[in-house]
């Protein structure tokens, strides 16, 4: 395992992290033995960073990492999300502030954290959503710097709206956030347009998720592929989406082969080698979901990295395809 510089928190990170969604139970069935192995995998591997949050299964996934952490609690950081109270998502840009992250109900959701983690104080506190209709007055993020000078939590995040990642970069550059959690990945690059060089520039750590585009970019999913109705999957590909994705897909297959990486990389290798690329992220929060899967992805930081070549066609099948979280 390689690590990295989580930004201004100076935490030494790994560069394969474990995103913990799939713990939550909302992508099909999912074994807590095989969560738990999965942690274990992971972990005795190197992997030191673990994503979770509330929404995974009500915080299921993070009531099943606690299970993991006795023992191991100074090896590992977890980072978690606190979700806006109910109302629409993404927030409108009519919501308000003080209407969807009050300081009662911000309080409240950190106790509610800590008790699921078994822990006194939260490695990092992401808010799990945003709009840039808060920029002008960022109360939530001064709430949770008091949380911190309490002692309820060590850093703070945001994870970025999917419809405006940018959001967050407003933030990054007023200093007021320690991590932002983005989606980077074959397809959506936009990020490396400005969220990543702001990232430099401010010194805040970024945690790259959905590194695989929710599975596909590992290359397994054939067009007809049907996910079951209690995975998100079901809806994200609903229609024709799978089968344009698999063609993308494939053709990135192709690129991989003619570049003469097809024996060494999978294409999950390579999925998380070009996010690694970028120097500015910190660490790839892989959804991991049974122990090969971790043993995969940890052992793809050490594989060789993407030569410059493949790199400049690999940033081809960046895909201004718009927003699939709410379903077709
Ligand atoms: N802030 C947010 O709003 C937000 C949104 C999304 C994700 N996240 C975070 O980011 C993490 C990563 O994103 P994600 O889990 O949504 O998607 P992802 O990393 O793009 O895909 C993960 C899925 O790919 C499959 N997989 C993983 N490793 C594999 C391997 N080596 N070979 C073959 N298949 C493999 C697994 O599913 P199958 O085996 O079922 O195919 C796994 O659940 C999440 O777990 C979560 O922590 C945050």
Partial sequence: MKYRLLGKTGWSVSEIGFGGWALGGQWGGQDEADSVAALDAAI?????????????????????????????????????KTPPAPGPWP?????????????????????????????DCLDLLQLHTWTR????????????????????????????PEQDQNAAVELMRRGLIDTVQVIYNLFEQEPAAELLPVARETNTGVIVRVVFDEGALTGKYKAGHRFPENDFRSRYFAGDRLERTVGRVEQ????????????????????????????????????????????????????????????ATLRRHNWLRGVWYSGK
């Fill in 91 to 119: 927030p409108s840009p009519y919501c308000k502030a003080e209407e969807r992250y009050p300081e009662s109900y911000l309080r409240a959701n950190v106790e509610e954290r800590l008790s699921n983690l078994q822990t």
């Fill in 252 to 311: 990135i297959r192709r690129d991989v082969a003619e570049a003469g990486l097809g024996d060494t990389h999978t294409l999950a290798d390579v999925a998380i080698k070009f996010a690694l690329a970028d120097p500015a992220v910190s660490t790839v929060i892989t959804g991991i979901r049974n122990a090969d899967q971790a043993r995969l992805n940890a052992a793809a930081c050490d594989k060789p990295d993407l030569p410059g070549p493949l790199l």
């Fill in 133 to 160: 209709a808060w920029n002008r007055d960022p109360a939530p993020l001064e709430i949770l710097a008091r949380l911190r000078e309490e002692g309820k939590l060590k850093r703070i995040g945001i994870s970025t």
């Fill in 44 to 80: 005795d591997r190197g992997v030191n960073f673990i994503d979770t949050a509330q929404g995974y299964g009500e915080g299921r996934s993070e009531r099943v990492i606690a299970k993991v952490l006795p023992g191991r609690r100074d090896q590992v950081f977890v980072a978690t």
